[in-house]
T-cell receptor, first 112, second 111 residues
Framework: NAGVTQTPKFQVLKTGQSMTLQCAQD?????MYWYRQDPGMGLRLIYY???????DKGEVPNGYNVSRLNKREFSLRLESAAPSQTSVYFC???????????FGPGTRLLVL | QKEVEQNSGPLSVPEGAIASLNCTYS??????FFWYRQYSGKSPELIMF????GDKEDGRFTAQLNKASQYVSLLIRDSQPSDSATYLC???????????FGKGTRLHILP
């Protein structure tokens, strides 16, 4: 039982490059989330998915897209990376919205 | 704009003493509250959940909730160096899908 897994653990991109962050959970949770965490800013919600087949914007969605591929997987795509997207990205899952969230180990992204 | 406020710290507490972490929130309708612990370079992990006014105890941890004052706190008794971490308060918004996280309080337990 791995919980929430994320790949990659670390990535360096050049400005304008694209990439997809992968997230998977094996807890049969309905809800999944993507956050970014920056020093002094706390956790900020990028996108979330209440259940399979639905996605909604969070606090800071600009520059990102998401796909809820199935109940287990929720990916985050940066179409044209910018230095302002340098951050630590966390995926989380919960049985349902507003219930306890379980976090993945994070992806550290550096955009040059 | 709904907010969750925490003192950023660092809060320095001697080993063996009680550490007190505070959180205030602006959404009067919020019904439940979470405390997460985050070690440096790691992801947040849940340590306490509370939804009723009063105290909830779990081992060395006690969460205290006062909905009238919109205030939730976390007490850590017999603080250990392993308690040194950032503590995040999280509040689900009433009538909304989202949970708002505070920016966290850095706690440093002095050996």
């Amino acid at each position: 039982n791995a919980g929430v897994t994320q790949t990659p653990k670390f990535q360096v991109l050049k400005t304008g490059q694209s990439m997809t962050l992968q997230c998977a959970q094996d807890m049969n949770h309905n809800s999944m989330y993507w956050y970014r965490q920056d020093p002094g800013m706390g956790l900020r919600l990028i996108y979330y998915s209440a259940s399979e087949g639905t996605t909604d914007k969070g606090e800071v969605p600009n520059g990102y897209n998401v796909s809820r591929l199935n109940k287990r997987e929720f990916s985050l795509r940066l179409e044209s990376a910018a230095p302002s997207q340098t951050s630590v990205y966390f995926c989380a899952s919960a049985q349902n919205l507003q219930e306890t969230q379980y976090f993945g180990p994070g992806t550290r992204l550096l955009v040059l | 704009q709904k907010e969750v406020e925490q003192n950023s710290g660092p809060l320095s507490v001697p080993e063996g003493a009680i550490a007190s972490l505070n959180c205030t929130y602006s959404d009067r309708g919020s019904q439940s509250f979470f405390w997460y612990r985050q070690y440096s370079g790691k992801s947040p992990e849940l340590i306490m959940f509370i939804y009723s006014n009063g105290d909830k105890e779990d081992g060395r941890f006690t969460a205290q909730l006062n909905k009238a004052s919109q205030y939730v706190s976390l007490l850590i008794r017999d603080s250990q160096p392993s308690d040194s971490a950032t503590y995040l308060c999280a509040v689900p918004l009433w009538g909304d899908d989202k949970i708002i996280f505070g920016k966290g309080t850095r706690l440093h337990i002095l050996p």
